[in-house]
């Protein structure tokens, strides 16, 4: 290809020397050193043997071929290595086997592309001088020409077999994406699932992870404890349910607490469990700071004020924590009240239905 200013190629571009400019006590000039120009062309072995030319465009149609069988097995992976919850295994063997599919995919395209530019295309170096960006008419005409000389040179149009294969491989390419956003919807809806956790009337704090019951009389003043459902272990879905039930536990003072009509009882003694999950964007919020009451969550920063119902002080968060109320049973074990009142984790759109 030639230049945009139509310079020829291996020829060196006349240029208008700016004038040097001046900058603080230093001069630049852009003369100082002198244009070598392009250097000779060197012939490839595919520009001089017939031959290798052919063997090259195999080569490149094989790497396409490769890329379109990529795609279609991480479709057929996602279909005959579907995940079971709970079951590692499948996640592992449908993992395994939908990357490889998509780095096949990727690969295939990619350094087909690379070794059809290496190998087919004109290789003669080509300069384009910097200019206004606005397109003169002449330029855009040139354009048209150079996408001419293009398609000419690198035989698109001619190279039937590898201009087909390309599309073949570019048109299925996305198909083994649509497989993987195909799980961001949930089969359920997001309302019911993040509403609905372990928690209910009686169910007692545990320690995480070793599922201890916690007394009210082991919370002392300014200490937190990460926390689980006492039940969570009997639950077929631990991991899952860990995620959506997770509680951090605090003590303060009774008078620090500022506590909103309606959930004068949620409290036990300044004993207060708001969920672990950050409601920006899900990380777990594990950072207490006992002087000034704030929790922390790790991933952007949003702080939340436990002395007011874990408000949002800082960061992106735009919700308070979800509270979970609680209270003690009889043998002074701490227990909830019920469940969350409101969906945890960050927002989505049907969470205001
Ligand atoms: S996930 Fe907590 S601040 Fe972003």
Not at 39 to 52: E, I, T
Not at 78 to 104: C, K, Q, T
Not at 320 to 347: C, K, M, N
Request: hydrophobic share 40%; aromatic share 8%.
């Amino acid at each position: 290809m030639t230049g945009t200013d139509g310079a020829e190629p291996g020829t060196a571009v006349e240029t208008h020397a700016p004038k040097p400019v001046s900058v603080g006590v230093a001069v630049i000039s852009d003369d100082a050193v002198e244009n070598p120009g392009f250097p000779p062309y060197r012939p490839r072995v595919s520009d001089l043997d017939p031959a290798k030319e052919r063997q090259n465009e195999r080569r490149i149609f094989w790497l396409f071929l490769a890329s379109m069988v990529g795609s279609v097995l991480a479709v057929v992976a996602y279909i005959v290595f579907p995940i079971h919850e709970g079951d590692m295994g499948s996640v592992r063997l449908n993992n395994l086997f939908l990357g490889l599919g998509f780095a096949l995919g990727l690969l295939g395209i990619g350094f087909g592309a690379v070794h059809w530019a290496k190998s087919l295309m004109h290789g003669h170096e080509e300069v384009e001088q910097r200019h206004l960006t606005r397109g003169k008419p002449e330029t855009v005409a040139r354009a048209g020409e150079i996408f001419t000389i293009a398609n000419e040179e690198s035989g698109f149009t001619r190279r039937k077999l590898i201009r087909n294969s390309l599309i073949g491989a570019l048109a299925l390419a996305p198909l083994s994406a649509l497989v993987i956003f195909r799980d961001f919807a949930p089969a359920d809806n997001p309302v019911t699932l993040l509403k609905h956790t372990l928690w209910e009337e009686g169910v007692r704090l545990a320690r995480d992870p070793s599922g201890a019951p916690i007394k009210a009389s082991d919370v002392t003043l300014g200490s937190v404890f990460h926390v689980i459902p006492e039940n969570l272990h009997e639950s077929s879905h631990p991991l899952e349910e860990k995620a959506k039930a997770a509680v951090l536990l605090m003590r303060l003072l009774p008078e620090d607490l500022n506590v909103s009509e309606g959930r004068e009882d949620w409290n036990f003694r300044g004993i207060v469990a708001y969920s672990k999950i950050c409601t920006h964007v899900g990380c777990p919020v594990a950072l207490y700071e006992q002087q000034t009451h704030h929790l922390l969550c790790p991933c952007h920063q949003s702080q939340f004020d436990i002395t007011r119902e874990a408000a949002v002080i800082f960061g992106p968060a735009k919700r308070p924590l979800p509270q979970l109320p609680i209270t003690v049973d009889e043998e002074g074990y701490l227990v909830a009240r019920s469940d969350f009142h409101e969906p945890v984790g960050p927002s989505f759109w049907e969470r205001s239905l």
